[in-house]
């Protein structure tokens, strides 16, 4: 199994896989190959991957839910398990959101924010482990959460003004409105750009460090390494999360 290959490599050998694959590449293929970090193909083993951490997040809410819901769900669980795991990321999101945007905004918008921290570490993390995808690494992947946080940052913000919200994009004083517009716009734009870029570089170095050293010698070597993407995966996913928070609350905030 090369750098690039995962273990749903298997499933293209299934005859239904194939003909799914060849019959979404005549809709959705493309002649021109963009290189950004790496020559672009299409593909759909990252959506595979996608649909693995989509599983691996209903489960554990669902189990979360459950055990919330016994009789002595309330108290703290006694070991470190799925449970523990959950409430660590909800409640360390849930903490930073309201230093960010108050616990009011925190509670409203905790089910965007923890999905995508959910979402986006358990993807990264998978690039720890040889032979499992990372959907975080890939463009496609990233630009559609970051479309996602784009897209609600404006609708919060309309939801929450009116049509006034985009006032702001004119700056405070109208004769420099021609030229606060575009730079607004373009500022606005870059966002997820930034966001999108930001985390698949950051996943494709972590990935290809780690195979370098597995391919060296995959025995002891690797293990400073995997600490070290360790802390690759949950910095990535606390800066998207945390600038997700920072656009909603700019988005919604009352000046005053």
Not at 116 to 126: C, E, G, P, T, Y
Request: with cysteine; net charge neutral.
């Amino acid at each position: 199994m090369g750098e690039h290959g995962t273990w749903t490599d298997l499933l293209y050998e299934l005859p239904g896989v194939r003909n799914l694959h060849d019959y979404a590449a005549g809709y959705l293929g493309r002649e021109q190959h963009a290189v950004v970090f790496a020559e672009s193909h299409f593909s759909l083993t990252h959506v595979f991957w996608s649909l693995v951490v989509l599983l691996i997040v209903i489960i554990g809410c669902v189990a979360f839910r459950a055990s919330v819901g016994k009789k002595d769900g309330i108290l703290p669980p006694r070991t470190f398990g799925l449970r523990a795991f959950f409430e660590l990321v909800t409640d360390a999101t849930f903490g930073t959101m309201v230093s960010i945007m108050g616990e009011k905004n925190a509670r409203r918008y905790l089910p965007l924010v923890g999905g995508l921290a959910l979402f986006i570490l358990f993807s990264n993390v998978m690039a720890l482990v040889p032979g499992f995808g990372v959907p975080t690494s890939t463009l496609k992947t990233n630009l559609a959460l970051a479309g996602l946080v784009f897209v609600l940052t404006h609708v919060y913000g309309v939801r929450e003004h009116g049509l006034s919200y985009f006032k702001h994009f004119l700056g405070p004083v109208p004769l420099l409105a021609p030229v606060m517009l575009p730079i607004e716009i373009v500022s606005h734009v870059a966002r997820p750009v930034s966001l999108s870029l930001r985390l698949m570089g950051n996943m494709v170095a972590d990935h290809k460090v780690v195979f370098t050293f597995f391919a060296l010698f995959p025995i002891l070597l690797p293990v400073p390494f995997l600490f070290l993407g360790l802390i690759v995966c949950l910095v990535q996913t606390f800066v998207f999360c945390m600038l997700t928070m920072i656009y909603i609350a700019l988005a919604t905030a009352h000046d005053h």
